[in-house]
C-alpha cells in the first residue's frame, strides 16, 4: 500500500524556518517526482513546489511565492523528502501536503498525498 | 500562470440527482486536466486524471470530459459520500495550479 507521512508542523515565529519531512512508503521512492501543496485555513488548494525523480534530474520547480524562500530536497535511501521553509511569513500559515506525482519528470497530477502537517506562523 | 476558473462556486443538490461541475482554463491546456475530491479534515484524492480518465478505485459514476479550456466533472447520481469540494489542476506549464473549488452540498 503506498503511503505519504508528513511530519515536522508546528508553531513558529514570523522570519523563522521550519523544515517539514515526507515519507514514503509501499512504492518504488526514487522513481517518483514529489510535490508540496498547501491549503491555507478555509481556503483552496495551492501547490508549493515539486522534485522529480533523480532519472530526470533531480531539479525543483516552486510556485513564485515561495521561491528563494523554501528549497525543496530528497533522501531516496531513506525514503524521505524535504521542504526547508526559510524567512516564514504569516501567509505561510497552511496544512503542508506531500503528493506523489503520477510522473516522475514532475509535471503532473497527484495520485496520492499524505495526512497534511499543520504549519501556524505567528508571533 | 493558468488560471482556472471553477462554477458553480456551490452547488446544492440532493442524493441521487445528478451534478455537473465546470472548469475553464485561461489558456489551453491540452487534455492535461485533473479533479480531487476534498472532505473536511482530509487529504485530496485524485479522481479524474488527463481530463477523462478514472484514477484507480473511483467510481464509474465519476466522469470527465473536454479539451482545450473548457472541463466539466460530471456525478451521474450523488451518493451521500459525494458531497465534498471538488477542484481542478491543470499540469500543462509551471507553475502548477488549481481553481478555487466548487463545494457540492446537501440541498
Known amino acids: 500500500e503506498v503511503q505519504l507521512a508528513e511530519s515536522g508542523g508546528g508553531l513558529v515565529q514570523p522570519g523563522r524556518s521550519l523544515r517539514l519531512s515526507c515519507s514514503g512508503s509501499?512504492?518504488?521512492?526514487?522513481?517518483?517526482?514529489l510535490s508540496w501543496v498547501r491549503q491555507a485555513p478555509g481556503k483552496g488548494l495551492q501547490w508549493v513546489g515539486s522534485?522529480?525523480?533523480?532519472?530526470?534530474?533531480?531539479?525543483?520547480q516552486y510556485a513564485a511565492s515561495v521561491r528563494d524562500r523554501f528549497t525543496i530536497s530528497r533522501d531516496d535511501s531513506k525514503r524521505i523528502a524535504y521542504l526547508q521553509m526559510n524567512s516564514l511569513k504569516s501567509e505561510d500559515t497552511a496544512v503542508y501536503y506531500c503528493?506523489?506525482?503520477?510522473?516522475?519528470?514532475?509535471?503532473?497530477?497527484?495520485?496520492?498525498w499524505g495526512q497534511g502537517t499543520l504549519v501556524t506562523v505567528s508571533s | 500562470e493558468i488560471v482556472l476558473t471553477q462554477s458553480p462556486a456551490t452547488l446544492s443538490l440532493s442524493p441521487g440527482e445528478r451534478a455537473t461541475l465546470s472548469c475553464r482554463a485561461s489558456?489551453?491546456?491540452?487534455?492535461?486536466l485533473a479533479w480531487y475530491q476534498q472532505k473536511p479534515g482530509q487529504a485530496p484524492r485524485l479522481l479524474i486524471y488527463?481530463?477523462?480518465n478514472r484514477a484507480t478505485g473511483i467510481p464509474a459514476r465519476f466522469s470527465g470530459s473536454g479539451s482545450g479550456t473548457d472541463f466539466t466533472l460530471a456525478i451521474t447520481s450523488l451518493e451521500p459520500e459525494d458531497f465534498a469540494v471538488y477542484y481542478c489542476?491543470?499540469?500543462?506549464?509551471?507553475?502548477?495550479?488549481f481553481g478555487p473549488g466548487t463545494q457540492v452540498d446537501i440541498k
Open positions: 522534485i522529480r525523480s533523480k532519472d530526470f534530474g533531480g531539479s525543483s
Open positions: 488527463d481530463a477523462s
Open positions: 503528493a506523489r506525482a503520477r510522473r516522475p519528470q514532475g509535471l503532473g497530477d497527484f495520485d496520492y
Open positions: 489542476q491543470q499540469r500543462t506549464s509551471w507553475p502548477l495550479t
Open positions: 509501499g512504492f518504488s521512492f526514487g522513481d517518483f517526482a
Open positions: 489558456q489551453s491546456v491540452s487534455s492535461y
